[in-house]
């Protein structure tokens, strides 16, 4: 079964331009996660969803953050404008059964590098 | 609220040695609590989870971890460190009551390093 599949791995842009990070979760997995880990503040959470429909959005920067999951199967996370000190790596991860502590799968990762 | 405390920001260990990355926690009611591990340019990986029961958790590659209620910590463990274990060391906490709609909160993280 493949695991969290996140695209791109790696993205260079410049400053004001807009950028679409993208996440595949797990089949089954009704819980999807998106954080943001930096060497200052560790592992943010962003926003999560719960059955395609977000749940808590309060560790979401700023409006120029906004994050969709139109299906099961896919998430989106976008930056609008891109700044540098959004330069991070950002993290989808998903998980089942959270009642019951299921944990978290995450993805590799994209590293993003704003100019 | 939920929090987690890593109070060591790296831990040195020789190879064979044991090893122990310290976690405390605070929630309400009783918690919820994981390892991961996340090593250079990777995701973050589970390694063990305590839920209830035996207050010893044993995990993958070799890990452990020793649930202690009274002095809320949840320290991660391994008996003899190898130098493939180097790596950064997340601890993180959820409260049972508040399972429903609390998602996990994740420790800064503790770089091991193990030294042949």
């Known amino acids: 079964d493949a695991g969290v599949i996140q695209s791109p791995r790696h993205e260079v842009t410049e400053m004001g331009q807009e950028v679409t990070l993208r996440c595949k979760p797990i089949?089954?997995?009704?819980?999807l996660f998106w954080y943001r880990q930096t060497m200052m503040r560790g592992l943010e959470l962003l926003i999560y969803f719960n059955n395609n429909v977000p749940i808590d959005d309060s560790g979401m920067p700023e409006d120029r953050f906004s994050a969709k999951m139109p299906n099961a199967s896919f998430s989106t996370l976008k930056i609008q404008p891109s700044e540098p000190r959004d330069s991070a790596v950002y993290f989808c991860?998903?998980?089942?059964?959270?009642?019951?502590?299921?944990?978290?799968?995450f993805g590799e990762g994209s590293r993003l590098t704003v100019l | 609220a939920q929090s987690v405390a890593q109070p060591e920001d790296q831990v040195n260990v020789a190879e064979g040695n044991p090893l122990t990355v310290k976690c405390t926690y605070s929630?309400?009611?009783?918690?919820?609590l994981f390892w991961y591990v996340q090593y250079p340019n990777r995701g973050l990986q589970f390694l063990l989870k305590?839920?209830?029961?035996?207050?010893l958790v044993k995990g993958s590659y070799g890990f452990e971890a020793e649930f202690n209620k009274s002095q809320t910590s949840f320290h991660l463990k391994k008996p003899s460190a190898l130098v493939s274990d180097s790596a950064l060391y997340f601890c993180?906490?959820?409260?049972?009551?508040?399972?429903?709609?609390?998602?996990?909160?994740f420790g800064k993280g503790t770089r091991l390093s193990v030294i042949a």
């Open positions: 993180a906490v959820r409260g049972r009551r508040n399972s429903g709609n609390t998602p996990l909160v």
């Open positions: 929630v309400s009611g009783n918690p919820y």
């Open positions: 305590y839920i209830t029961g035996d207050n």
């Open positions: 089949s089954g997995h009704d819980y």
């Open positions: 991860a998903s998980s089942k059964d959270r009642v019951y502590g299921g944990e978290l799968f």
